[in-house]
């Protein structure tokens, strides 16, 4: 991926060597860290957003914390984050062109950096639940350890399978300007674990739709990307799909509890929207079959 040189977004948020949270309310009474503990190791294992999952043990809706100011300091050059700050930049250059083309405007999100645990409108965000997008404050989270994970434990080296990891989370950005995200979470809150669990794959599966949709229209302009490149998104979304998460805990592939879909939906998928740049063809609500 040829990336160096070109412009980086200042829509980022540096609070590294900033320390992090404790416990944080939800639904008015506090969690414990022992729920929060099962909480991260439940969503490491089953690619289950921790955030949400917290929602649910609480018996309410998503978790709210008070929001802390970061303070502000000087943030760092090194290469990943020169390298996060021209990823975010360039989906915020994708993305603009896409609203604009439907007559609407796009919003940007903030990317916040972070180590261990930060404070977020969705609850206190955690190194281990990997990164993440929370609407109540329009900010996507990353520890960029979580990089080190995606390559030597999952297998998926690769700066465009890095690339792929923040286009997803854009992508839930993204479907959260649409309305997506507030109308699923209402769906939800009326079903059971399993249709529950079904929508959420669906949600899933549309922002691996939309960072192909980022891709494509992306290479089209930048001609940035070689064959390899999309070789390694195609084994990143390979490694993190819910039944290769599973066995790799050395657990059964029970497909009820998927959250995020299958390896091969989860490829498809983002193949769907690269292959056609368009937002049309990521309606994975209403797709007979993901």
């Known amino acids: ?37 099962v909480a991260v190791v439940a969503g ?25 100011q970061a303070p502000s300091h000087a943030p760092r050059s090194d290469r990943e984050t020169a390298f996060v700050r ?93 309305g997506v995200t507030d109308k699923v979470d209402a769906m939800r809150r009326r079903q059971s674990e399993t249709q529950a669990n079904a929508l959420s794959v669906r949600v899933e599966l549309q922002a691996d739709c939309f960072a192909g949709v980022w891709a494509q229209r992306s290479q089209e302009s930048k001609q940035w990307l070689d064959p390899s490149d999309i070789a390694s998104a195609m084994n990143a979304a390979e490694k993190i799909g819910d039944d290769a998460l599973q066995r790799s805990a050395g657990r059964a592939v029970v497909p009820d509890s998927f959250t995020h879909g299958s390896s091969a939906q989860r490829q498809r998928w983002f193949m769907n929207g690269y292959r056609s740049g368009q937002v049309k063809a990521c309606d994975t609500f209403n797709a007979p079959t993901l």
């Open 44 to 68: 490491w294992l089953f690619g289950i957003n921790p955030l949400t999952l917290l929602g649910l043990l609480s018996g309410g809706g998503s978790p709210v914390v008070q929001q802390q």
């Open 86 to 178: 021209t990823v975010l930049r360039n989906t915020e250059v994708v993305w603009s062109e896409v609203f604009r083309e439907g007559g609407a405007q796009y919003r940007p999100p903030t990317l916040v950096l972070f180590d261990n645990s930060t404070p977020t409108a969705c609850g206190t965000g955690q190194s281990a639940m990997g990164p993440f997008y929370c609407p109540g404050d329009s900010k996507v989270y990353i520890d960029l350890h979580f990089y080190d994970t995606l390559r030597d434990r999952l297998g998926a080296p690769g700066e465009f399978a890095q690339a792929y990891v923040i286009a997803h989370e854009v992508g839930h950005h993204v479907q959260h300007l649409l």
């Open 1 to 37: 991926m040829r990336w160096e040189g070109n412009e980086q977004s200042d829509n980022v948020e540096d609070r590294r060597g900033m320390g992090g949270g404790g416990g944080f309310p939800i639904g008015g009474r506090s969690i414990g860290l022992g729920t929060v503990a």
